[in-house]
């Protein structure tokens, strides 16, 4: 009686075990772009919109305001929930501050929404962004990419890839594995989850300056993660926001982008 009991209670947990994992493996990019898909264009107050074309590719978004002669760009690529609308105000913010500023906007986002969105079709779309630039005259030692919450796995890549200067990642992850993996335990994400953006595998082969900041009380990305980023990289500096969360960084810290914009500008490393 107890044997066939454990069998049958055996095989229940079996099933709900293969449910969960096919559920993780079918749906986890539902969760990890939660993309916007409204048309609507960017202030054009806070730089010009621009449509990168290739042939046989589709078209690259993005907000860009050129640097002053002699200052750096600024390369920013987004958290997941938002997209360039959201983006205006950073460009605005970091072009006063005189830096050069381009906000990449990811397949499936907002212009864009009509793409889907993996983590290769984002790689290809900042890839082509960068290239942009260089076409514009700008060096890529004067390529400072910047990436928020998902974005930092973006601008690390962009990073290994060379084609940035420096680097600052503001509330990183290790990696998206890790961070499904904070919510099914029991469950192998990283053979599951297709998308990695593995940054802390990355960072250790990434010999350029790195500026890495964090909320101490993040509930969304925990600020362990951020300990562990920033150790894993040769050169780079960790900032911690006392108080700050997942989006309040600036808020919290009046003086953070001006901090950014000195480390832009080799002023702090």
């Known amino acids: 009686m107890w044997a066939r009991r454990l069998k049958i209670?055996?095989?229940?947990?079996?099933?709900g075990y293969v449910a969960i994992a096919g559920a993780v493996a079918l749906s986890y990019?539902?969760?990890l772009y939660p993309a916007k898909r409204q048309d609507i264009d960017p202030m054009p107050t806070a730089g010009s919109l621009v449509r990168i074309e290739q042939e046989g590719e589709p078209t690259v978004f993005a907000l860009y305001a050129p640097a002053p002669k002699g200052a750096p760009t600024l390369v920013r690529f987004h958290g997941n929930?938002?997209?360039?609308?959201d983006e205006a105000r950073e460009v605005r913010a970091y072009a006063d501050l005189g830096l050069g500023v381009m906000a990449v906007e990811y397949p499936g986002y907002g212009l864009a929404r009509a793409q889907k969105t993996t983590e290769a079709s984002i790689?290809?779309?900042a890839e082509r962004a960068l290239g942009f630039l260089r076409d514009q005259g700008v060096a890529t030692s004067d390529i400072v990419v910047l990436g928020n919450s998902l974005g930092t796995g973006i601008a690390t890549e962009m990073a290994k890839r060379g084609l940035a200067g420096k680097l600052v990642l503001m509330a990183p992850y290790t990696s998206i594995p890790d961070m499904v993996s904070r919510f099914v335990p029991?469950?192998?994400t990283h053979t599951l989850?297709?998308?990695?953006?593995?940054?802390l595998a990355k960072a250790p082969s990434i010999d350029l300056p790195a500026l890495v900041i964090h909320g101490d009380e993040d509930q969304l990305i925990p600020p362990r993660m951020g300990d562990r980023v920033a150790a894993a990289f040769p050169h780079a500096e960790l900032h911690v926001v006392r108080g700050g969360h997942h989006n309040d960084l600036c808020s919290r810290d009046p003086d953070l982008r001006r901090r950014i914009a000195g480390f832009a500008r080799g002023e702090l490393r």
């Open 9 to 15: 209670a055996g095989a229940a947990l079996g099933a």
């Open 123 to 125: 790689y290809r779309a």
């Open 186 to 188: 029991f469950v192998p």
């Open 81 to 85: 929930g938002e997209d360039l609308v």
């Open 29 to 31: 990019r539902v969760f």
């Open 193 to 199: 989850v297709g998308d990695k953006f593995d940054t």
